[in-house]
Nanobody
Framework: VQLQAFWGGLVQAGGSLRLCCAA?????????ISWFRQAPGKQRELVAC???????NYEDSVEGRFTISRDNAKNTMYLQMNSLKPEDTAVYYC?????????????????WGQGTLVTVSS
């Protein structure tokens, strides 16, 4: 199983980025897929997740600004990030595990991508 995260980068505050995560080696339909982030000196936190049934869950600070989506046919998921703030700066990781339910704890995820850096300048 392999997850690969793409399309991080540098953006000014108020701008937008779209992250992509491509999965291989698993049947995407049966897995929850999520984005976590980790800023320097901070713990890894859940940003957003989407279940196989399409239920979504967002961290409070990104609600209304970020949108997670998935394309099961392509084994790909996306995180559209709008109205970015400097505090969104972090390494973003995609993660997945076999579950039909929302899972917020990073310890319960079996598969992880390599991370992609998002930097938001003020």
């Amino acid at each position: 199983v392999q997850l690969q995260a793409f399309w991080g980068g540098l953006v000014q505050a108020g701008g937008s980025l779209r992250l992509c995560c491509a999965a291989s080696g698993l049947s995407f339909n049966d897995y929850i897929i999520s984005w976590f982030r980790q800023a320097p000196g901070k713990q890894r936190e859940l940003v957003a997740c989407i279940t196989s049934g399409g239920n979504t869950n967002y961290e409070d600070s990104v609600e209304g600004r970020f949108t997670i989506s998935r394309d099961n046919a392509k084994n790909t998921m996306y995180l559209q990030m709008n109205s970015l703030k400097p505090e969104d700066t972090a390494v973003y990781y995609c993660a997945s595990t076999f579950s039909s339910l929302v899972i917020r704890s990073s310890r319960l995820y079996e598969y992880w991508g390599q991370g992609t850096l998002v930097t938001v300048s003020s």
